[in-house]
């Protein structure tokens, strides 16, 4: 199983809006409505932020959406803060009990 | 809070296995609702799936490590263990253990294979001669 394509990096100023983009197959992406996205600061454990493409768990703010067109999921933020600034993975159910992630995207808030 | 705690070896040689115990606090191990699994993330690098394992035993693999992992669960612990046989240098990474969440409706659950809601704080795992 290949790993979902991220973009390495994205970038934003406080109060813009940014969208980071996961590229997987119908194999994962394409075939399911299992798409989660994972917010990594630097040393500390992954946080889930999002899961089943859209849906976000309690706690984490408004300002994060999941949305998701064909092979390619999508995790916008938006009203950025300095606090957004960390690394994204998502994640993808790829079938036959397998899970797969993405690559990763630093997201710098200018 | 949902408390989970890797433990295990911090330096392993070439050909070894590496073991690895989670240590679940606050008793939902017992719930049919949640599953259990384990992530690494190579130094600098990005997160891999390792595999998980569910309330009735039953685990599930990376295709690309399963000949050489082993998950199990020891609910009468609350823990649940990760083996990886043959390591090598390319196994160095933090492992980290993670809950993963469902939905029931009487018997008969559904998982949501890629959602992991609470996570331990990870432990490095480095493999040298």
């Known amino acids: 199983q290949s790993a979902l394509t991220q973009p390495p990096s994205a970038s934003g100023s406080p109060g813009q809006s940014v969208t980071i983009s996961c590229t997987g197959t119908s194999s994962d992406v394409g075939n399911y409505k299992y798409v989660s996205w994972y917010q990594q600061h630097p040393g500390k454990a992954p946080k889930l932020m999002i899961y089943e493409v859209t849906k976000r768990p309690s706690g984490v703010p408004d300002r994060f959406s999941g949305s998701k067109s064909g092979n390619r999921a999508s995790l916008t933020v938006s009203g950025l803060q300095a606090d957004d600034e960390a690394d994204y993975y998502c994640c993808a159910y790829a079938g036959s009990n397998n899970v797969v992630f993405g690559g990763g995207t630093k997201l710098t808030v200018l | 809070q949902l408390p989970l705690q890797e433990s295990g070896p911090g330096l392993l040689k070439p050909s070894e296995t590496l073991s690895l115990t989670c240590t679940v606090s606050?008793?939902?191990?017992?719930?049919?609702?949640?599953?259990w699994g384990w992530i690494r993330q190579p130094p600098g690098k990005g997160l891999e799936w390792i595999g998980s394992?569910?309330?009735?035993?039953?685990?599930y693999y990376n295709p690309s490590l399963n000949s050489r992992i082993t998950i199990s669960l020891d609910m009468s612990k609350s823990q649940f263990s990760l083996k990886l046989s043959s390591v090598t240098a390319a196994d160095t990474a933090v492992y980290y253990c993670?809950?993963?969440?469902?939905?029931?409706?009487?018997?008969?659950?559904?998982?949501?294979?890629?959602?992991?809601?609470?996570w331990g704080q990870g432990t490095l795992v480095s493999v040298s001669s």
């Open positions: 394992i569910y309330y009735s035993g039953t685990s």
């Open positions: 606050g008793g939902s191990i017992y719930t049919k609702t949640y599953y």
């Open positions: 993670a809950r993963g969440f469902g939905y029931c409706s009487g018997s008969i659950c559904t998982y949501n294979p890629p959602d992991f809601d609470y």
